[in-house]
């Protein structure tokens, strides 16, 4: 069985740049959560996404920003990137909001 | 909301050795608790999970975990590790109910690793 897959897997921008990230859940599951995790640090809660509706949203600034289409796909966007946006953006998904998460390999995002 | 404490950032260890990862969590309202693995340049992976019900839990590649609510802590321990235990170790935790339900909240990660 397919995981959640997470494209592309490295990404190089620069200061002022917007990102999209994409993540595809495993199949059946519905709820997508995005994770930001800076280098020595454990992932931090950005956003959650169940049948499409946001259910959360961490403590982060109204540059980030996602959705979650149909098929339950998911993308991030984060628009005038600045240099502490680099990190690892992991994706997870669930079959419902509160169950458990399984995570996708990640996106390194390096902006200089 | 909750929070999550791992008391060691660095656990050396040499191979066939017990090792035990500690973790402690601060929460108003009932959890799950996690521990998750992640090697290097890879996403992570559940090693282990308490929902409800026993509070010795046992996960993958022989680890295990104690539940214990008093002392609101969740220590991962193994009996005899490998080489290929080094990785970075995550516990986490996710409220039952409120406003935070499904949030994954993790700490700052304990990187264990095994000498021969």
């Known amino acids: 069985d397919a995981g959640v897959t997470q494209s592309p897997t490295h990404l190089i921008k620069t200061r002022g740049q917007h990102v999209t990230l994409r993540c595809s859940p495993i199949?059946?599951?519905?709820?997508v959560s995005w994770y930001q995790q800076v280098l020595g640090q454990g992932p931090q809660f950005i956003f959650q996404?169940?049948?499409?509706?946001?259910?959360g949203r961490g403590n982060f600034p109204d540059r980030f920003s996602a959705r979650q289409f149909p098929n339950y796909s998911s993308e991030l966007n984060v628009n005038a990137l600045l240099l502490g946006d680099s990190a690892l953006y992991l994706c997870a998904s669930s079959s419902t909001e509160y169950n458990e998460q399984f995570f996708g390999p990640g996106t390194r995002l390096t902006v200089l | 909301a909750q929070s999550v404490t791992q008391l060691d950032s660095q656990v050396p260890v040499f191979e066939e050795a017990p090792v035990e990862l500690r973790c402690n969590y601060s929460?108003?309202?009932?959890?799950?608790l996690f521990w998750y693995v992640q090697y290097p340049n890879q996403g992570l992976q559940l090693l282990l999970k308490?929902?409800?019900?026993?509070?010795l839990v046992k996960g993958i590649n022989g680890f295990e975990a104690e539940f214990n609510k008093s002392q609101t802590s969740f220590h991962l321990r193994k009996p005899s590790v490998h080489i290929s235990d080094t990785a970075e170790y995550f516990c986490a935790v996710s409220a039952l109910r409120g406003s935070t339900l499904g949030r994954l909240y993790f700490g700052r990660g304990t990187q264990l690793t095994v000498w021969p």
């Open positions: 308490y929902l409800s019900g026993s509070t």
């Open positions: 929460s108003s309202v009932s959890v799950y």
């Open positions: 199949s059946g599951h519905k709820s």
């Open positions: 996404y169940y049948e499409k509706e946001e259910r």
